[in-house]
């Protein structure tokens, strides 16, 4: 935009033809290098009014409904938590494949645009939960062998002594944590 640029005859007359019935937007336009700020004010100086139709006034109310609408379309498309529809078929993928499939390859596969957290949703709401892992039933004697030496020997230590993989140790020190058969003494 020009700033204190002398308004040309051509210029004027534009402003002149156009003002009167024909939105700033279009004038912007006809008029390129002058800002809507300038076009207002030089029609204030020249005593050009703008005037207002009742077609002019459709159009407003017509625009202002436009925007309205796409600032809702916005919010819609842009909330957090979309509802997601769930058809028989898309319940039977689910229900056939969720021991198999994570959740996230099973929202994959759906038709219904469904998210991860939304295929763990429905499942759980279904009342499909997932097997958990082999539990290892440890024997007493591992145990009882663990609790007694753990403090002084270490995993890697009792995992060569009972011939054991390192990992089973661990998980058996973790599951005595956690029954609270398995602590440290600390001396004060």
Partial sequence: MAGNKRW???EIQSLRKHYQGTSIDDISRILPNR???SIHKKASDLGISFKWDERNET?????????????IELIVNNRSKRQTIWSKQDIDLLTDNYQTLSD?????????????????SKRLALGLTKK???????????????????????AREISE???LQITEVNDCISKLKREKKLGFIYKK
Avoid: C, M, W
């Avoid at 407003?60 to 409904?65: S, Y």
């Avoid at 996230?104 to 763990?120: C, H, K, Y």
């Fill in 8 to 10: 040309s005859e051509n």
């Fill in 104 to 120: 996230f390859n099973i929202s994959q596969l759906l038709s219904n645009g469904a998210t991860r957290s939304s295929v763990q």
């Fill in 59 to 71: 159009i407003a109310l017509l625009k202002d409904v436009l925007q309205r609408l796409e600032r």
């Fill in 132 to 154: 958990r892992g082999k539990q290892r039933n440890y024997d007493s004697n591992l145990e009882s062998y663990i609790i007694k030496h753990f403090p002084e020997k270490r």
């Fill in 35 to 37: 800002s809507k700020a």
């Fill in 161 to 163: 002594t009972l011939e």
